[in-house]
T-cell receptor, first 115, second 116 residues
Framework: NAGVMQNPRHLVRRRGQEARLRCSPM?????VYWYRQLPEEGLKFMVY????????ESGMPKERFSAEFPKEGPSILRIQQVVRGDSAAYFC?????????????FGPGTRLTVT | AQSVTQLDSHVSVSEGTPVLLRCNYS??????LFWYVQHPNKGLQLLLK??????LVKGINGFEAEFKKSETSFHLTKPSAHMSDAAEYFC??????????????FGQGTRLTINP
């Protein structure tokens, strides 16, 4: 049973470019979470999605950031017009979403560097 | 809102000696609490979780944690450190604002160093 897959593992973008980060949840998981880890900090919640729905995006910056989880294919975190402050590790986690199953399984992360 | 405070940003112990990583939480109701470990340039792995069952929780790799409501603490311990335990450890509380799913709130992390 493959775990949570994220790609690319490393991404370098120049200021002003777009970054697309992909996340494939574990088999059987329909709930996806995105977290951001800035250098020397813990992870911060960004957005929670179910298939074709954004449930909670309270942690997303108001501009330039968007996320989707289409009916088919991976979840995508999109950052438009990247700035140096967007450099961070972005982690995706998935769960079954059932109330009795609390565990979120994390992917290896995508490390974004903005030059 | 839920929050966690990890009391030490860096802990250094000798191999074979006990490990104690401290965590205090703030929650308006009975929380779910977790410890995750992150090895360098790797993802996060769940060590153990507390979800209102037994207050002493045993996890993987010999780690355990005790939930103490009166002290609002959830400290992580291990009787004997191994070199492979060197990593970053995160104490995490779940925010149950969303029905049926958990939004995790992370502490700042504790870097554990093991001296030979």
């Amino acid at each position: 049973n493959a775990g949570v897959m994220q790609n690319p593992r490393h991404l370098v973008r120049r200021r002003g470019q777009e970054a697309r980060l992909r996340c494939s949840p574990m088999k059987g998981h329909s709930h996806v979470y995105w977290y951001r880890q800035l250098p020397e900090e813990g992870l911060k919640f960004m957005v929670y999605l179910q298939k074709e729905n954004i449930i909670d995006e309270s942690g997303m910056p108001k501009e330039r950031f968007s996320a989707e989880f289409p009916k088919e294919g991976p979840s995508i975190l999109r950052i438009q017009q990247v700035v140096r402050g967007d450099s961070a590790a972005y982690f995706c986690a998935s769960s079954t979403g059932l109330a009795v199953t609390y565990e979120q399984y994390f992917g290896p992360g995508t490390r974004l560097t903005v030059t | 809102a839920q929050s966690v405070t990890q009391l030490d940003s860096h802990v250094s112990v000798s191999e074979g000696t006990p490990v104690l990583l401290r965590c205090n939480y703030s929650s308006s109701y009975s929380p779910s609490l977790f410890w995750y470990v992150q090895h360098p340039n790797k993802g996060l792995q769940l060590l153990l979780k507390y979800t209102s069952a037994a207050t002493l929780v045993k996890g993987i790799n010999g780690f355990e944690a005790e939930f103490k409501k009166s002290e609002t603490s959830f400290h992580l311990t291990k009787p004997s450190a191994h070199m492979s335990d060197a990593a970053e450890y995160f104490c995490v509380v779940s925010d149950q604002r969303i029905q049926g799913a958990q939004k995790l709130v992370f502490g700042q992390g504790t870097r554990l160093t093991i001296n030979p």
